[in-house]
């Protein structure tokens, strides 16, 4: 795959288990060495240059810190190693990992070791770490994924937070969707090795280039249809179990009697039934599951003709609880309606 990333972004690499986000990261970091093709930092080729000399940084899932070294000579070992090589000033040592323990909210942890610390803790010992010898580009290997719920959402504001204050360049690895949505400036989703879908998180979660796309981020409906028509720019397609969907033209719209895929958002279906008709597409089926999500109720609603079953959030919970079984009628707007190429 051909990538590029411009200084002072947030990259997210999203996919699968298996889909090549760590391969590539450590490619970039140089733990990895290429079969073919290139690697170039800053107009220079790196391919073959070690790690220590491209100027990056990595951060971990395991955190990988020193169990024999207090919180403070974990931070500093980095720079200890610049004092061997006389490329950093003894006496900046303590100022500097003074200033990042602050940062991560550690400057009162400096004299602990290891194991008196919790898992987040560690976490942003780990990453003050990678960021005390001010790398050019910072890497990131799924460094959230042995964190509880909650720990895992304050550290995706922290690290967004830090992101924003010192405007380096993160390279970050996940497979979980909510993280990248949240952090990322673009996000790369990955499937098999191949790059996908490369954009801004409202490209990729609202305007998904396929199929495989739109089913990894977000809870996407995919149905298939014919195209009735395509007038006044709108496109007409009738799905598998009777009813008719009107979408948004794209730029390039299919033409009448072609087959086509739809992408509709659980979120994106109203369940007003006083709306005006005409203006929404309408769909119906029998309700399989009420899911009770806290700020929202999901439906798992099978449509009666075709079979399919179509995820429908009720965020303003304004229905009254329809139960298994019964009928559900709801809608979307042509504008929520994503033309996808079969």
């Given at each position: 795959?051909?990538?590029?990333?411009?200084?002072?972004?947030?990259?997210?690499?999203?996919?699968?288990?298996?889909?090549?986000?760590?391969?590539?990261?450590?490619?970039?970091?140089?733990?990895?060495?290429?079969?073919?093709?290139?690697?170039?930092?800053?107009?220079?080729?790196?391919?073959?240059?070690?790690?220590?000399?491209?100027?990056?940084?990595?951060?971990?899932?395991?955190?990988?810190?020193?169990?024999?070294?207090?919180?403070?000579?974990?931070?500093?070992?980095?720079?200890?190693?610049?004092?061997?090589?006389?490329?950093?000033?003894?006496?900046?040592?303590?100022?500097?990992?003074?200033?990042?323990?602050?940062?991560?909210?550690?400057?009162?942890?400096?004299?602990?070791?290891?194991?008196?610390?919790?898992?987040?803790?560690?976490?942003?010992?780990?990453?003050?770490?990678?960021?005390?010898?001010?790398?050019?580009?910072?890497?990131?290997?799924?460094?959230?994924?042995?964190?509880?719920?909650?720990?895992?959402?304050?550290?995706?504001?922290?690290?967004?937070?830090?992101?924003?204050?010192?405007?380096?360049?993160?390279?970050?690895?996940?497979?979980?969707?909510?993280?990248?949505?949240?952090?990322?400036?673009?996000?790369?989703?990955?499937?098999?090795?191949?790059?996908?879908?490369?954009?801004?998180?409202?490209?990729?979660?609202?305007?998904?280039?396929?199929?495989?796309?739109?089913?990894?981020?977000?809870?996407?409906?995919?149905?298939?249809?014919?195209?009735?028509?395509?007038?006044?720019?709108?496109?007409?397609?009738?799905?598998?179990?009777?009813s008719a969907v009107c979408a948004a033209q794209?730029?390039?719209?299919?033409?009448?009697?072609?087959?086509?895929?739809?992408?509709?958002?659980?979120?994106?279906?109203?369940?007003?039934?006083?709306?005006?008709?005409?203006?929404?597409?309408?769909?119906?089926?029998?309700?399989?599951?009420?899911?009770?999500?806290?700020?929202?109720?999901?439906?798992?609603?099978?449509?009666?003709?075709?079979?399919?079953?179509?995820?429908?959030?009720?965020?303003?919970?304004?229905?009254?609880?329809?139960?298994?079984?019964?009928?559900?009628?709801?809608?979307?707007?042509?504008?929520?309606?994503?033309?996808?190429?079969?």
């Amino acid at each position: 795959m051909t990538l590029e990333v411009e200084e002072g972004q947030f990259l997210t690499l999203l996919g699968a288990s298996g889909s090549g986000k760590t391969t590539t990261l450590r490619l970039i970091a140089g733990l990895e060495t290429p079969t073919s093709g290139t690697i170039h930092f800053l107009g220079q080729e790196i391919t073959d240059v070690p790690p220590t000399h491209r100027d990056m940084r990595m951060v971990f899932q395991d955190f990988a810190l020193f169990p024999n070294l207090t919180v403070h000579e974990n931070v500093a070992f980095g720079l200890r190693l610049r004092i061997a090589r006389r490329r950093f000033p003894r006496h900046e040592i303590g100022p500097r990992v003074r200033r990042y323990l602050d940062m991560v909210h550690l400057g009162a942890y400096a004299e602990r070791m290891p194991h008196q610390l919790s898992g987040g803790q560690k976490q942003r010992v780990a990453l003050a770490r990678a960021l005390v010898t001010e790398p050019r580009v910072v890497l990131f290997d799924e460094p959230l994924g042995s964190l509880d719920a909650n720990l895992r959402k304050a550290m995706q504001v922290e690290l967004k937070r830090m992101h924003r204050e010192l405007g380096r360049t993160f390279i970050y690895v996940t497979h979980d969707q909510e993280e990248a949505l949240t952090m990322s400036d673009r996000i790369a989703v990955m499937q098999s090795s191949r790059l996908l879908q490369l954009g801004s998180p409202e490209d990729i979660y609202l305007r998904p280039n396929s199929a495989a796309v739109a089913r990894f981020i977000g809870a996407a409906n995919i149905l298939a249809g014919r195209v009735e028509s395509v007038a006044a720019g709108a496109v007409l397609v009738r799905l598998a179990d009777g009813s008719a969907v009107c979408a948004a033209q794209a730029d390039s719209s299919p033409a009448p009697g072609s087959q086509i895929q739809l992408m509709m958002r659980a979120e994106h279906f109203v369940l007003d039934r006083s709306l005006p008709r005409e203006a929404l597409s309408w769909l119906r089926g029998r309700v399989a599951e009420r899911l009770f999500l806290g700020r929202s109720v999901e439906y798992q609603v099978v449509l009666e003709r075709s079979g399919e079953t179509v995820s429908v959030l009720d965020q303003a919970q304004s229905l009254a609880p329809v139960p298994r079984g019964d009928v559900l009628e709801f809608a979307i707007a042509r504008g929520n309606v994503r033309l996808l190429a079969r």
